[in-house]
């Protein structure tokens, strides 16, 4: 009924190349998946008409294994479509490398709070009908060498739009593009254009026609996270040679550029953070690129624990995240039970899974994300002398996670030596690397730890949401200021900031790991220890001001304003 509704109606149609429905469906790798998960589950809440797209990634993004000495390596993700999702009948087709490939969907419903639906679309070239190169297009989320993406990105983009219409979806106000990745749908919106006016190419106001109907949203300074393809490999999988004609189009040097593609066919463009804006706006100067802050899904979010002292104290917060401003009004004593109750929850968990021994009073300090080396996993470990001085005064335990991206090697040695570390602190300081990060170990470490720490290089973050989902429940950062900690850290209030705030023309920091232990040492375990009633007003704010406003339920709104119906 419902779906027979959403097609008639005008819809936002949301292309992502990752998205995070629930821990088991493996088609996500980090921030950029979840945040589309919760997008969608903020739509469905929110009752905002929306439709989403993704890939199928029957190999997920990958299975982590830690070996003794905390080297990776990666498996695919065992999983079974048909267990989550439902298969759909209809078909689409691209052209790749001058072959027909075959689409088909499998679709997810996503019920927000009030029972309003939005569904999500999973592309899958797997059929009898492909090669059986094109049959396993889908498989590998961001694996393989850049003709296979390319190839994974003409699926999603160009694939995407026509399933859309193969399932009847005719009235779409908007296509959404979550990165670059889907940029190839603007393509197929060019031609739709052309051929309604029985043109054989598109021409400058079928561009400004599908200017209107598009929005696109950037999420990362870091240049290996804006796609480029060769213009030789566009020829050769679109075999479409006006591609070439649109140099400026694309920009740069022989090279096909989609975030590019997707600046020049949106009317609508933002970074995911006020400061991320402003750094998008200076790399892309010749466009208009406005900021709006990410979120999290509250209910997704919220550890049992706290969604039940939610239930009881602020009735209706699933559907309205705003109302965690009321978390001020909670008893404080329940406020600290509802912790302790996570964070027994998560130490059984490390304790059963490592064998760490961790122990409930001892101050717990949680990283997680991407090992890479611009987030510095390790300006913990920075002197482990002065960390181990701290920890005899007042003591701490640490529980780390987190991918290292196949080709990061960097990143493994990261994860390798943050083993090595934590093997000769065991006696001083429990310290425990959990294998394979999903949505599960995030929100049991987001809600049981003390302490939510990211030290990334400003600029870098643009903006970050695990710290986000630690605030909802009651868990200050302690954070370098840049992406979204900027506008949510109240030093003492919400939590502590490592240093400034980034300026141009910035020196290498080479003061945060001092400022890091100051804080700790000085501020936070003295807090933490001998002044609980002082910490508890800490996470009752972090909520009350963070958590009811760094949510998905305020950043749909802003597009709705902004980006979808304005
Ligand atoms: C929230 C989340 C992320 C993103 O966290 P950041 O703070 O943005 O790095 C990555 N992976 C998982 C599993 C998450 O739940």
């Not at 679309?121 to 492909?130: A, C, H, S």
């Not at 998008?280 to 997704?300: L, P, W």
Request: charged content about 25%; some cysteine; proline content about 4%.
């Amino acid at each position: 009924m419902n779906e027979v509704m959403n097609k008639s109606r005008s819809v936002v149609a949301y292309f992502s190349m990752e998205v995070g429905i629930e821990t088991r469906v493996p088609t996500y790798s980090g921030g950029l998946g979840i945040l589309a998960g919760d997008t969608i589950r903020a739509a469905a809440d929110m009752k905002v008409p929306m439709v989403a797209v993704t890939l199928l990634h029957r190999k997920g993004y990958f299975y982590q294994r830690l070996n003794a000495e905390g080297w990776q390596t990666e498996e695919p993700v065992a999983w079974v479509p048909e267990d989550f999702l439902m298969e759909l009948p209809g078909r689409a087709t691209v052209q790749i490398e001058g072959r027909p490939v075959q689409i088909r969907a499998w679709v997810s419903e996503i019920t927000g709070a009030g029972g309003f639906l939005v569904l999500v679309y999973f592309l899958d070239t797997d059929l009898p009908e492909n090669s059986e190169w094109d049959r396993h297009l889908t498989d590998s989320l961001y694996g393989g060498d850049s003709r296979y993406r390319l190839c994974q990105e003409v699926v999603l983009g160009i694939g995407g739009v026509r399933m859309l219409r193969a399932l009847g979806y005719r009235a779409i106000a908007r296509y959404h593009m979550n990165e670059g990745h889907a940029a190839l749908l603007g393509l197929e919106l060019l031609d739709e254009e052309a051929k309604k006016a029985g043109r054989p190419t598109f021409n400058k106001d079928d561009i400004e026609t599908v200017k209107r109907l598009c929005v696109f949203t950037t999420h990362t300074p870091v240049p290996a996270g804006h796609d480029q393809f060769p213009v030789d490999l566009i020829n050769r999988v679109l075999e479409r040679r006006e591609v070439e004609e649109m140099k400026e189009f694309f920009c740069c040097d022989g090279m096909v550029n989609m975030t590019y593609l997707a600046l020049n066919l949106s009317h609508y463009i933002n970074g995911v953070a006020k400061k991320h804006g402003e750094v998008a706006q200076h790399m892309f100067a010749r466009y208009t690129i406005d900021a709006i802050t990410n979120g999290v899904h509250g209910a997704t979010w919220a550890s049992d624990a706290f969604a039940s002292l939610f239930d009881r104290h602020i009735p209706g917060w699933r559907q309205d995240n705003f109302s965690l401003r009321y978390a001020l009004n909670i008893p404080k004593e329940q406020v600290w039970l509802a912790h302790h109750t996570a964070k027994l929850e998560l130490l059984r968990y490390v304790n059963r899974e490592t064998n760490a021994g961790m122990d409930g009073d001892v101050f717990t300090i949680g990283f997680a994300r991407r090992a890479t080396a611009y987030k510095r996993p390790e300006l913990l470990f920075s002197d482990v002398e002065r960390l181990k001085r701290i920890a005899g005064n007042r003591r701490i335990q640490i529980v780390f996670a987190g991918k290292a991206h196949p080709n990061d090697q960097d990143g493994r040695e990261i994860i390798h030596r943050i083993f090595e570390v934590g093997k000769n602190l065991k006696q001083e300081i429990p310290v425990t690397f959990l294998e394979h990060y999903d949505m599960e170990i995030a929100r049991l470490m987001v809600a049981g730890v003390d302490l939510w720490l990211n030290t990334p290089q400003p600029p870098m973050e643009a903006s970050g949401t695990s710290g986000m989902k630690a605030a909802l429940n009651g868990v200050p950062s302690l954070s370098i200021l840049d992406g979204w900690w900027i506008e949510g850290c109240i030093e003492g209030l919400t939590g502590w900031a490592i240093g400034g705030l980034p300026k141009e023309g910035d020196g290498p920091r080479t003061n945060d790991a001092a400022i890091l232990y100051d804080q700790l040492e000085k501020t936070i375990l003295p807090l933490y220890y001998e002044e609980q009633d002082k910490y508890v007003d800490i996470m009752r704010h972090s909520i009350a001001l963070n958590g009811s406003f760094f949510n998905t339920h305020r950043m749909i709104q802003q597009y709705v304003l902004k980006a979808y119906f304005e």
